[in-house]
Structure formats: structure tokens, C-alpha cells
């Protein structure tokens, strides 16, 4: 009478485990690349070294046809002020991001950080690495 072993060991291995994890890897990766979008806004922003360490609550834009944007929403300049407040609140120690493009005339530029100063706003001007 021949004794036999009941367990086997397989030499075969088996890669499906494997290939869902790579999967699920590249359709994580596919999803969180889709989101990082500092802004939507195509700026052509000035060259600068320095940066600055401190987080803006939120960003003011003007574009090349001189279009204002809090974040991503289109204002009128004379609405700049209250969506700021608005948008602001009650916070301390406010920061407040220019991205403006380089080819906006200085009074528009002067105009928003006269806004910015009268509301005690600091002021973070966006820049491109040189």
C-alpha cells in the first residue's frame, strides 16, 4: 500500500493578482494627474528666483484682454472687491496671489493692489521660475 502526500506544491505562479494591482496603480495615477491645475488660465507670467513660503487663501487674475478672475470665475473690476470679501470672510493673516500676465499695463496691476491695501491684504505676486 503506497502512501500518499495529499498537499501539492503548484511550481506555477500565477500573475493575475499582479497585473490588477498594476492596474489599479496606473488608474490612480491617471486620476490624481487630471487634477493638479494651479490654474486653468493660460498666463504668460513674468521670470523671477525668489519664492515665497507663505499660502495664499486665494488668487486674483488678469488676463492679456484685461479679464479679471478670482480663481477661476470670470468678475468685472468693479466687482473685485466685495467677491474678495466674500471669498475672504473673516480670515487673519490674509495672502492673496496676483497671476497676472506680462503684458498688462501697470495701472491695472496698481489698481488691484490698491484694492489689496485697503483691505489689509498681503500681496503674493505669481512668477515664473528663470
Not at 486674483?60 to 478670482?70: A, E, G, H, M, P
Not at 472687491?81 to 492673496?96: A, Q
Amino acid at each position: 500500500m503506497a502512501i500518499r502526500s495529499r498537499n501539492k506544491i503548484s511550481v506555477s505562479f500565477s500573475m493575475a493578482g499582479m497585473s490588477d494591482i498594476v492596474f489599479l496603480l496606473l488608474i490612480f495615477f491617471m486620476i490624481t494627474s487630471t487634477l493638479i491645475h494651479p490654474t486653468a488660465l493660460k498666463l504668460l507670467l513674468p521670470k523671477g528666483s525668489t519664492q515665497s513660503a507663505a499660502k495664499p487663501l486665494t488668487t486674483v487674475s488678469i488676463t492679456r484682454d484685461l479679464q479679471f478672475y478670482v480663481e477661476d470665475q470670470p468678475v468685472a473690476f468693479n466687482d473685485l472687491e466685495t467677491t474678495l470679501r466674500k471669498r475672504i470672510g473673516n480670515s487673519e493673516d490674509i495672502y492673496v496671489s496676483l497671476h497676472i500676465d506680462k503684458t498688462v499695463p501697470w495701472d491695472y496691476v496698481v489698481q488691484v493692489m490698491n484694492i489689496c491695501k485697503n483691505n489689509q491684504y498681503k500681496i503674493i505676486a505669481a512668477t515664473n521660475p528663470k
